[in-house]
């Protein structure tokens, strides 16, 4: 089996510095460690036409090398379909008829954690579930035993989480990200994951489904955002923070890149980086861009605060 570290973009449009610096990290941080490196494109939901493509060339445009062929999730159904069934088969799904209003304003369970599914359909009958099938298509839920699970990470320690009976397979018959992502990365040998840290709470969820599914739970990194200057994460609507804006507005890729590295306290160049690279060194503070991009970008490097 492969040690791999991965990125793993949602095609839904083009990335922003946020994200690029998001992949370097993930790219340093599998490199360093002697690693293989995935780029796996989730492309299971808001998928645009044409954003893989940019992704792509813009992931290499800064430098980043990747192994083997890019995988889709859509191409996937096969891996998603075997792991929903092993957990049918151990009794740990159930089928949810809950609109979202319904789960809104559904009486909490006692004990319940604030923002956990309230287990609505977890004990239905089949007479009760077949009058329901009637009236719209179910949702799988994960039939948790635990309702909170704790995991390890580079950055953040020990982190403790909510584990609800989180969906599986949406209604409409997609899979669901938190069980698309556990299959994939223990399917593709990934057992380094590193990702923005706003996806730090989905984590405890992820690392219990992999338990269940008998996979090796990876060791995890969550690394700290690019947020605008309200302190809200990077949008495209904060001036130029795309490659093709930057490049507009006077900074080739590669001053994207030196400047993304020298934002976590790196050398500007890849090799360099890579040399220098130290997780325990990395800042734990999101890095606020404070002007608009292009301003601040004839200055040597992008600047943060
Ligand atoms: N596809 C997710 C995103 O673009 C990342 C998922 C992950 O890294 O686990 O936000």
Known sequence: MTSAGRFAPSPSGELHVGNLRTALLAWLFARSSGREFLLR?????????????VQLRDLAAIGI??????VRQTERSALYGAALRRLAGGGLTYECFCTRREIQEAPSAPHAPQGAYPGTCRDLTEEQRERRRAERPAAIRLRAGVTEWAVTDVLHGRYSGLVDDFV???NDGVVAYNLAVVVDDAEQGVDQ????DDLLSSTPRQAYLAGLLGY????YAHVPLVLNSSG??????DGAVTLAELAEAGAPAERVTAALLESVGLPGSLP???AAFNPAAL???PWVLDAESGRFLRDSTLRGR
């Open 41 to 53: 494109v989730e492309d299971l939901d808001r998928a645009r036409a044409g954003a893989e493509e």
């Open 65 to 70: 090398d990747w192994d083997g062929p890019v």
């Open 168 to 170: 599986l397979r949406r």
């Open 193 to 196: 994951v590193v990702r923005g």
């Open 216 to 219: 090796r739970v990876p060791e």
């Open 232 to 237: 809200r994460r990077l949008a495209k609507r």
């Open 272 to 274: 360099d980086a890579l």
């Open 283 to 285: 800042p734990r503070e």
